[in-house]
């Protein structure tokens, strides 16, 4: 069974730092790109970051390059989301997402990360 | 970059049928996915490549797509169909392809 669990969702001040893990099980991690979405209050969907099979090649929505840092571990099955400088903006759910030819076929349940003051 | 519009809200009774539209241009030439997210869950892939479902979602929702809209389609809805719908593309000629509209809230009466 395919399963994305997601941690490290925290209440933060503006400015703050904040590290999200997602760990993968069942499929083979090295073989798919993995995302981080995310949800804020009363507000759709918005992607924020993703990563190919070997993490050499990440990239991220203008909303956060800069301040947030994608990364694998392949050995641990598991990505990461460093987020620096965050905002009050940044409040949202964050969801990492595996990726399947342009759609997202399994996503993980969610670290709600709070910037607030 | 590349927009998809939903409208914010569709509200239909029990068995009817509720249509749900994403515009964009010529979407008709992109392939489009479609999410579930009800209150409190992850977003769920319900349609993929415009109008394959994913194991375990049910026939009476269909999707197509055509010119400037793409449309999800529920049949015989039920109170359990109520949550949040967004459209996605994979916009290839975009640095940021991945692409959702702002999401259409279902509403069963």
């Known amino acids: 069974e395919v399963q994305l669990v997601e941690s490290g969702g925290a209440l933060v001040q503006p400015g703050g730092s904040l590290r999200l893990s997602c760990a993968a099980s069942g499929f083979t991690f090295n073989h798919y790109w993995i995302h981080w979405l995310r949800r804020g209050p009363e507000k759709g969907l918005e992607w924020v970051s993703r990563i190919n099979m070997d993490g050499t090649s990440p990239a991220y929505a203008d909303s956060v390059r800069g301040r947030f840092t994608i990364s694998r571990d392949n050995a641990k099955n598991t990505v990461f989301l460093q987020m620096n400088s965050l905002r009050v903006d940044d409040t949202a759910m964050y969801y990492c997402?595996?990726?399947?030819?342009?759609?997202?076929?399994?996503w993980g349940q969610g670290a709600l990360v709070t910037v607030s003051s | 970059s590349y927009v998809l519009t939903q409208p914010p809200s569709v509200s239909v009774a029990p068995g009817q049928t509720a249509r749900l539209a994403c515009g964009g241009d010529?979407?008709?030439?992109?392939?489009v996915h479609w999410y579930q997210q009800k209150p409190g869950q992850a977003p769920l892939l319900i349609i993929y490549d415009n109008t394959d479902r994913p194991s375990g979602i049910p026939e009476r929702i269909s999707g197509s797509n055509s010119g400037n809209t793409a449309t999800l389609t529920i049949s015989r809805v039920e109170a359990g169909d109520e949550a949040d719908y967004f459209c996605?593309?994979?916009?290839?000629?975009?640095?940021?392809?991945?692409?959702f509209g702002g999401g259409t809230r279902l509403t069963v009466l």
């Open positions: 997402a595996r990726e399947s030819v342009g759609d997202f076929d399994y």
């Open positions: 996605q593309v994979w916009y290839s000629t975009s640095d940021q392809p991945w692409v």
């Open positions: 010529k979407i008709g030439i992109e392939s």
